[in-house]
């Protein structure tokens, strides 16, 4: 972490006017990465630094109508720059696909092998009306902004849309597992990460790590609470090629506005406010993954069998994100949804997710565990039970249940090829929200929540952290540097 320190409020002292410097956000164009982004676009933006967000046309219009938590039309300092949407036609739906394959990845990693001209176009005029870029990257992206550090007063930031801690065990991996400092030692409890990516997924980050060229820092959606020890290792052993780590995370609100602003599905929220505090549990389905029909319905038994109020999160699977394509809509077990009428509320379309988190009714969270839901569901204070899917996903799932004990899991990943039983589900269900062991394991997570919220607001170690990397950006250019 660089040592500058500023307060949002007077940046502009800080030698250098903040609108001398402009930021280039270059997110995967999926939808993990578009809305951390986006988020983190925000609290930039809020500096008086304009930020230019860059994507296709698409995936810039997904990211505004999904955007959770703040308006957009509330801030004028977010300029969306829209690229060609190259066409891409997603395989058919398959009602048996296996649910580790994240088919809707593959028309991002298409898209985004159209950005790297225009991206580098856009960069090298932007030069003309900012003394400073800070190009902040998805490390998803190295491939397109390869070509970006070679441009005079061109600065890049990698941003990882996934955990230090998953970070740090990567490079752990790939080292050999060597030394390990005591602390650290979970490490050795992780599953493999063997088989958790398709070949696809595998090729693509071959093609980032290929084209990643040094930058000038890296960025994390997360806070020093959560996983100060693995940020610190990171930074102290230089594992991504740098020692300047910030971490500046939740990116998301961590306190959600009354006057309700998401574009989204608004019944689930309604709903929540009908019932009683603390007493209601959400599953959600995957952004990025799809269930098989057979593990919908036992999904559903067991949700009917342990007796706890839920909303369920079902969305029509396979379409992708934006791209066009036909839509396979799971059937549910016959009678589902009357039987279950009043206590559970079956949801097809996109879901608020983070204002559900947010709301005081909802005490518990069945999640993949992807980044972004494990990181609003922590500063929501909301516990998690696990059950990982795909990537990264088995690991989160480790940090959360067995380093944080804030969750617990659905199933043992090691049994990952075989379906989720309905008493399995139940079981998960019943000790979280009805258990003395669950009881203990909300009060933690209620507890880091807290002290998470604490950390964003002015004067909280995280938010100092956030003015020390805007210092960092907006930091005197000497003339004979220009
Ligand atoms: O109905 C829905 C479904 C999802 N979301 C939001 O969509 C995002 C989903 O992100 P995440 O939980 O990270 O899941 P994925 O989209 O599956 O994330 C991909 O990207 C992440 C960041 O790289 C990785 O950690 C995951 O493994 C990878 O699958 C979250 O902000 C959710 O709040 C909604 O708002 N409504």
Not at 182 to 200: D, F, N, R, Y
Not at 345 to 362: C, F, K, M, N
Not at 403 to 426: T, Y
Not at 452 to 461: N, R
Request: with cysteine.
């Amino acid at each position: 972490m660089a040592s500058e320190s500023l307060s949002q409020e007077n940046c502009v002292q800080n030698g250098m006017e903040a609108a001398q410097v402009a930021v280039v956000m270059v997110p995967l164009p999926a939808q993990g990465h578009l809305n951390q982004l986006l988020h983190l676009s925000h609290l930039i933006s809020s500096y008086n630094i304009p930020v230019h967000f860059v994507s296709t046309t698409m995936h810039n219009r997904q990211a505004k109508d999904r955007i959770q938590g703040w308006d957009l039309s509330t801030t004028t300092n977010i300029h969306f720059h829209d690229f060609p949407t190259p066409p891409f036609h997603n395989p058919p739906p398959d009602p048996n696909a296996t649910y580790k394959f994240p088919s809707q990845i593959l028309p991002a990693f298409h898209a985004s092998m159209h950005l790297r001209e225009p991206v580098y176009a856009f960069v090298n005029k932007l030069t003309s009306t900012a003394r400073r870029i800070a190009v902040i990257y998805d490390s998803m992206m190295a491939y397109v902004v390869q070509d970006i550090n070679s441009i005079t007063n061109v600065e890049t930031y990698c941003f990882n849309s996934i955990s230090a801690f998953c970070i740090y065990a990567l490079y752990w991996e790939i080292n050999g597992k060597s030394a390990l400092s005591t602390e650290a030692e979970i490490l050795k409890e992780l599953p493999s990460s063997e088989g958790c990516v398709p070949p696809e997924v595998s090729k693509f980050t071959e093609l980032q790590l290929e084209a990643k060229k040094s930058s000038s820092g890296d960025l994390y959606n997360s806070n020093r609470l959560i996983e100060g020890l693995y940020l610190d290792l990171l930074s102290k052993e230089k594992t991504t090629g740098t020692d300047k780590v910030w971490a500046i995370g939740p990116f998301n609100p961590v306190v959600i506005p009354e006057k309700r602003v998401s574009n989204s599905h608004k019944k689930c929220l309604e709903w929540l406010d009908k019932q009683p505090l603390i007493s209601h549990y959400k599953q959600s389905k995957p952004s990025s993954s799809t269930f098989s029909n057979e593990q919908v319905k036992k999904l559903a038994l067991g949700l009917e069998q342990s007796d706890q109020n839920f909303i369920w999160v079902l969305r029509d699977a396979d379409k992708g994100d934006v791209f066009e394509g036909e839509v396979r809509r799971v059937p549910l077990p016959e009678g589902f949804e009357k039987r279950v009428e009043g206590r559970g509320l079956v949801v097809r379309d996109w879901a608020p997710q983070l204002e559900i988190l947010g709301h005081p009714s909802t005490g518990g969270f069945m999640s993949h565990c992807g980044w972004n839901s494990c990181i609003e569901s922590i500063s929501m204070g909301v516990p998690i039970a696990a059950w990982p899917v795909h990537s990264d996903q088995p690991r989160n799932a480790v940090l959360i249940t067995k380093a944080l004990k804030i969750g617990l899991e659905v199933r043992d990943w090691a049994h990952s090829e075989e379906l989720v039983s309905p008493a399995m589900i139940e079981k998960a269900v019943r000790r979280l929200m009805d258990s003395a062991e669950g009881e203990e394991i909300r009060k933690r997570a209620a507890e880091l929540g807290d002290a998470v919220k604490q950390s964003v607001m002015e004067g909280g170690a995280t938010r100092k952290e956030m003015d020390s990397f805007i210092a960092h950006i907006t930091r005197q250019i000497f003339p004979y540097q220009i």
